[in-house]
Nanobody, 125 residues
Framework: QLQVVESGGGLVQPGGSLRLACVAH????????VAWFYQAPGNEREGISC????????HFGDSVKARFTISKDNTENTVYLQMNSVKLADTGVYYC??????????????????WGRGTQVTVSS
């Protein structure tokens, strides 16, 4: 069964850090672009970061630029989202998604075929 599974969510204080992980099961991230999406309560899902299948290209949404980083470990078949300087507004469910096309990635959800169930991040003092 092809799936991606997120982990690493939890409670973090404002200004703190958290690292989310996305693991692929049944396929290799070597052939897939991977993105992280974020959904705050009552809001639509928003693309915040993506990484190309070769790991050389990344994109970030304006809300997380300069605070979050994304990396890919193909030996562990895992993509990480490092969240730094978190804000109250970062609270929400974080989803990982994977899709296979050319050497690019996008923050739009449509091209991604495989989605995880999400991991909750709560920023609170």
């Amino acid at each position: 069964q092809l799936q991606v599974v997120e982990s690493g969510g939890g409670l973090v204080q404002p200004g703190g850090s958290l690292r989310l992980a996305c693991v692929a099961h049944g396929f290799s991230f070597n052939d897939y672009a991977v993105a992280w999406f974020y959904q705050a309560p009552g809001n639509e899902r928003e693309g915040i970061s993506c990484i190309t299948r070769d790991g050389r290209g990344t994109h970030f949404g304006d809300s997380v630029k300069a605070r979050f980083t994304i990396s890919k470990d193909n030996t562990e078949n895992t993509v990480y989202l490092q969240m730094n300087s978190v804000k109250l507004a970062d609270t929400g469910v974080y989803y990982c998604a994977a899709g296979s096309w050319d050497d690019s990635c996008t923050l739009r959800p449509e091209p991604y075929a495989y989605w995880g169930r999400g991991t909750q991040v709560t920023v609170s003092s």
